[in-house]
DNA sequence: CATGAATGAGAATTCATTCAT
DNA sequence: TATGAATGAATTCTCATTCAT
């Protein structure tokens, strides 16, 4: 029940934007009464929250797996293939966790974002790692960091908020994923560097 | 007058995002009466709508000089890392044109999306420029396109919506410019690809 | 269990007033649901209701004593110091009682004011008395009746309802009762009217 | 228009009890849209608060002839008469500047309450001046101010909130002036102490 | 005896918008 | 050109109350 609510929230966020969904709508879409909603939710911002949560263990467990990875510059190409996939699979939490307009001083201070906190440094470790075998050379591991990260945020971003209409929607995907491993091929080329 | 207008709701936008900000908050902060507004534009929408044309022409104007750069590569660089200050020099613009939640079904449609797209073409030129000289090879040119530019944008995109709060802020600006920098020197080397 | 839902009830009507204290609220405050109260309560005037009569019980009980003494202007001292006392030891019932906007149509119709008209008239009989002895004199006795009741409420209302802020609070109850004892002086001498 | 809302709202909460009057109810009686009260009123409270201090500056207006009078004796029988008057001949006023459950931290902090504490000053140097031609001996004067206070205002608090039901309605006003009259004449003889 | 689940009614408040002036 | 006055519709949220279990 506490899920139905969520559920239905969730698609209609990503429907019409978080701040277009009134707990009207919310429980129309339901087919119980606003209040009801207040029986399981302090707030509107409360149901954002328990969003913003289940989306991090979402992208968590997904990228389990990928963190695994022994060979860095894979477990880097895994967990920025991994990230989009998210943004692609979900985009209902991703925009939440990533895309929505500030609201969240509350969330930002809270709980599950030290999870992001967390992911962040794990993604530096890794790029550490690929400068330790060579990769990546030349730059602060902040900025590159920055840099990954954004490249795999921007693509999905562009999808989600359709701005990439003058390609064929229908192959969005598929060209954002090629768009990735496209900058992968350049940044963290999987055989030995040649000239070295 | 009209740009009085322009200028308080751009600030406000920024500030509080577009919906938060009520034609009222507008009108008090130029000290005009709401109704007045309506004088210079039929909607909230129309105030938005000048915006966004607003945002492109200026996007354009900046990006007029990169355009006749010779060289692909070094033009796709400065298109790109101009793409960057632009967002970092003009939040207020790139949030409404690259970020907003959709609210322009009808924007998407008219008049000053086309110069998205022709900016768009110019970008695929530039890249199918590069090709021809061997870089950037074995990718499409659609998944190319998406990927630079999803990659500048993502960079600007969490800045400006503070989701790379873990770096340090008065350090951002620069560590996004020398992200986007650290991309570029992978894909777009300067020198001659050594190897070949 | 009745009485545990009193007791809670007493207390937050007398901190919040009666109309901003939810059903909720007392059912939270003896950790019981509020569907249980029902089962106690047809309403929540019920609840009002039921104080009242215990009220008006609490206090006859404590004027008993009083009653039954023999000189009448001590008995009337009494009394009204009593009623003051009372006031000033369960504020909770005399603000239901005697202070409380209204929402009594239903009580004041009902059983247990009966018990108001009941020692009012002792207070018009003791008034009586006193003027047969020759004190109160010049006044009908309704008028007086509603001045000696109206002098020991006034004091009582101004501190209960913290309007008497301007002297210091920790002296207040002292101070309401040499008020009062001060006005008895001079209605109610004890010693015989000198000048007789 | 200001003065029509808080005339509808005056006799509303007069009626029903500030509590239980919405702003709704006070649109409806003045046929005008909920909205509109907001044109004029930032809140709720705003109202009460306005109403407030229009309620204290008619008090004092009322009683500026009253501190005039030089004799103490009859200043002071004059103000509490005059405060009684008050409170029949308004009511409304009244119940919110001295009955009202305190939900007014904001006011009583506030400017308008000020004025409460002048006038209770000038209540106690009457009662000084009083003490000095040898009325009212024997007691402090925080005491003498709060039952003298406290006597006027419980008759008349009796009347406002119906508690003195048990007496004919229609003679109750007069009733109350007798009351009070009868306790100055105790208190405050005109004529010269006889057996002094 | 007790409650979890549910809700209709209503609260305060805000907003985009209109229109006569 | 500018606005003061006004509002219908919508918002979030609270509450007393019911009822099947």
Redesign the pocket.
Known sequence: ?RSRILESAKSLFAEDGFQN?????IADKIE?????I??YFK??DAILFALHNEGFRTLFSRQGENMRIVDPAKRLRALLEGYLDFALDEPEYYDLMFMLFTPLPKILKTSEWRYGRRAFRALQTTIQECQNKGLLKNTSIEAASLGLWGAAHGIAALLLRQRASMLPEDELPALAREGLRMLESHLLPLAPIPSA
């Open positions: 029940m969904v009134s707990i009207r709508k119980y009464s606003p209040a009801t207040y029986l707030d509107k």
